[in-house]
């Protein structure tokens, strides 16, 4: 299931309300508990990070160029 921005945005505001029922355009889910309901969280934040990544919209990881010299002999 893709994820968008605003499911992120209700599942943080009924957390913020102490909530357990989120509703998501015409389909409500209810969490058993407030650590299921940060778990629905830390996993719309990551696949909405591994969207981002895939569509170029976030940069991959950082290259490093590693330089070496020496003094001339």
């Known amino acids: 299931m893709a994820y968008t921005q605003a499911d992120l945005e209700a599942l943080q505001a009924a957390l913020a309300k102490g ?4 509703s998501f355009g015409d389909k409500t ?4 508990s407030v650590e299921e309901l940060q778990a ?3 996993q ?5 990070f591994e969207q981002a990544v895939a569509t ?3 940069p991959g ?4 160029i590693r ?7």
């Open 56 to 58: 170029g919209l976030w």
């Open 67 to 73: 330089l070496h010299t020496t003094k001339g002999t």
């Open 40 to 42: 629905a969280i830390r």
């Open 61 to 64: 990881a950082p290259r490093q």
């Open 44 to 48: 719309v934040k990551r696949d909405l």
């Open 19 to 22: 909530e357990k029922r989120v």
């Open 29 to 32: 889910v209810e969490y058993r």
